[in-house]
């Protein structure tokens, strides 16, 4: 008998081409969910899945004014969009926005858990509600958008979760304590279910943006800013469009074999 080399492995039997075409990057066919896709770096992200393709749903909270805007031009992409007004730190008001949702689009192939906030103090001046806040939208939020969608991905066989992180979520932030451990658990989370989803078809990865121009980053002190852009060596802040070409790619089919990485996009403010 032949000794088993790599020569002598059966392929697996595929219908898939050798390499990657065009449709391989694209997201029609795909709907897609994006929680706090209202402003900044959710509604680039939004209108990007759009462009590529992809019918999307939104959620928003306090501007969902802005939303309609997005809805809006979406629907001009020739693309069906619906948003959803909700607080996502309440379990509850999140089941009955997928609920809603999916009532528009049954299938919701791809959720992008971009909401989050901020609530910055020092640690010794930082309160259990500053604490308990930040924790109830930027991480739990992720757990019940998340809980509501990948057994629909799974059943089905395809899926993608891409998560917004933060560069805070892996190097820490003066003031952040609450943020740098919801965003540090935000990447463990999706470590833990890449794990138990693989199989299923359905990817799940994070982005870890450094700092973007959004009205988060309006809210750092000047002085603040200024050492970020020092410690950057692209020497400016991300646009959200930026951040969204990363979860483009990670939606698409052809990010197929990536699962449970944490992607930086960071203009090389932290390296590893
Ligand atoms: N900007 C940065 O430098 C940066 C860096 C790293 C990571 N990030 C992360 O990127 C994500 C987007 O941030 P951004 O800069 O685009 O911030 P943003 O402009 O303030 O947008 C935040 C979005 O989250 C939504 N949201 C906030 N609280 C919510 C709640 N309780 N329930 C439902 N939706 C809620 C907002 O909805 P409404 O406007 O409708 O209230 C808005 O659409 C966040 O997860 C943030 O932590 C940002």
């Not at 392929?11 to 795909?30: A, F, I, K, N």
């Not at 629907?75 to 009532?103: C, L, N, Q």
């Not at 939020?141 to 089905?156: E, H, K």
């Not at 988060?216 to 852009?229: I, N």
Request: charged share 20%; glycine share 10%.
């Amino acid at each position: 008998m032949n000794p088993t080399t790599i020569e002598t492995i059966p392929l697996p039997e595929t219908t898939e081409p050798e390499y990657v075409r065009m449709q391989d990057w694209s997201l029609h066919g795909r709907t897609a969910l994006v929680t706090g896709g209202s402003r900044g770096i959710g509604r680039a992200i939004a209108l990007s899945l759009a462009s590529l393709g992809a019918d999307v749903a939104i959620t928003c909270y306090t501007g969902c004014k802005f939303a309609d805007d997005v809805t809006a031009q979406i629907k001009d992409f020739g693309r069906r969009s619906t948003s959803y007004s909700h607080d996502i730190a309440h379990p509850a008001e999140v089941e009955k926005m997928a609920r809603a949702i999916e009532s528009v689009f049954p299938a919701i192939d791809i959720v992008v858990n971009n909401a989050g906030i901020t609530r910055d103090r020092t640690f010794k001046k930082m309160t259990y509600d500053m604490w308990h806040g930040v924790l109830a939208v930027n991480l739990t939020g992720v757990f019940s958008v998340t809980r509501c969608f990948i057994d629909g991905m799974a059943d089905r066989g395809w899926g993608r979760v891409v998560n917004i992180s933060s560069i805070i979520g892996e190097a820490g932030g003066f003031g952040q304590a609450n943020y740098a451990a919801a965003k540090a658990g935000v990447i463990a989370l999706t470590k833990t279910l890449a794990i138990e989803y693989a199989r299923k078809g359905v990817t799940v990865n994070a982005i870890a943006p450094g700092f973007v121009s959004t009205r988060m980053t309006a809210e750092v002190p000047e002085r603040a800013m200024q050492s970020v852009l020092e410690r950057t060596p692209v020497g400016r802040l991300a646009e959200p469009r930026e951040i969204a070409a990363a979860v483009s790619f990670l939606s698409s089919p052809a990010a197929s074999y990536i699962t449970g990485h944490v992607l930086d996009v960071n203009g090389g403010m932290l390296m590893r």
